[in-house]
């Protein structure tokens, strides 16, 4: 496992970090939005039941979603792409089951802001995509669909499926990732992030072989980060620990490499 500080956020992490805290605070105290993290937190995370339609079915969930899950997602996922270097030459991201826009936003913006798209299929999740790409100055639409018609890539393209494929049926996540290989032969980067438990990821190591062999690479991460303060107090207020951040990742450069 890497264990590495987590990179710098871009300069507009904080004022998004604002944006995000004048959006979904002007309606909730921040007693509810904590009180709806400990419930996503055990639905979204722990059991994984439901799926993101249960995870965001209350407007205390989804600011939770939003203000917690939004921006660690975000540092991951740009932690990984600085270390790794993935995204150059890239003329769009596709960010698949991209919940807020968060992961897809991080790697647009440590990759030179190429244009971004994002495919999801709660319509809360493509307006907030939709919010965060503007927020953050990108490129961006998004748009509800399914996943299983993503449409074709190639050299120029990028695809991310961050937090995804675990919360997928086996038929479809087996599905997805074929798919997700077929388009690195095809000449696109692909990145794959993941929880780093194998409990709750038990296809992993054959997927990260499959990947090893498409000329792709596997690697587990441990940043430590320094949260924005809300997001701290989220953290603390619920009863978690998030003082570092793990995670899985696959990643094949395609034509890239």
């Not at 932690?79 to 936003?105: E, Q």
């Not at 299983?148 to 937090?163: C, I």
């Not at 709750?200 to 980060?225: I, K, L, N, Q």
Request: aromatic share 8%.
């Amino acid at each position: 496992m890497a264990t590495v500080p987590g990179h710098s956020a871009p300069p507009v992490f904080d004022a998004w970090i604002q944006a995000l805290e004048a959006r979904h605070l002007a309606d909730l105290r921040f007693s509810e939005v904590t009180r709806a993290l400990r419930a996503l937190s055990s639905v979204y995370v722990e059991r994984r039941q439901g799926g993101l339609n249960k995870a965001l079915d209350s407007a205390g969930k989804r600011a939770a979603f939003a203000l917690f899950y939004g921006p660690l997602h975000f540092i991951t996922t740009y932690s990984i792409v600085r270390a790794i270097g993935a995204g150059a030459g890239a003329r769009r991201i596709m960010d698949l089951g991209c919940g807020t826009g968060a992961a897809g936003a991080a790697w647009a913006l440590a990759a030179d802001a190429p244009a971004i798209t994002g495919i999801d299929r709660h319509p809360w999740a493509v307006a907030e995509a939709r919010w965060t790409y503007e927020a953050l100055g990108l490129r961006g639409s998004a748009r509800r669909d399914d996943l299983t018609r993503l449409p074709p890539t190639g050299q120029g393209d990028a695809v991310l499926a961050a937090f995804l494929l675990n919360e997928l049926a086996d038929a479809a996540r087996v599905a997805l990732f074929r798919r997700l290989l077929d388009e690195a032969r095809r000449g696109a980067q692909v990145l794959i992030v993941e929880p780093i438990s194998l409990r709750v990821s038990p296809w992993w190591r054959d997927a990260a072989s499959e990947m090893a062999a498409a000329g792709g690479r596997a690697d587990e991460w441990r940043f430590a980060v320094d949260l924005p303060d809300r997001v701290r107090l989220l953290d603390k207020a619920a009863g978690l620990d998030h003082r570092e951040l793990t995670a899985r990742s696959l990643y094949c450069p395609g034509a890239a490499g």
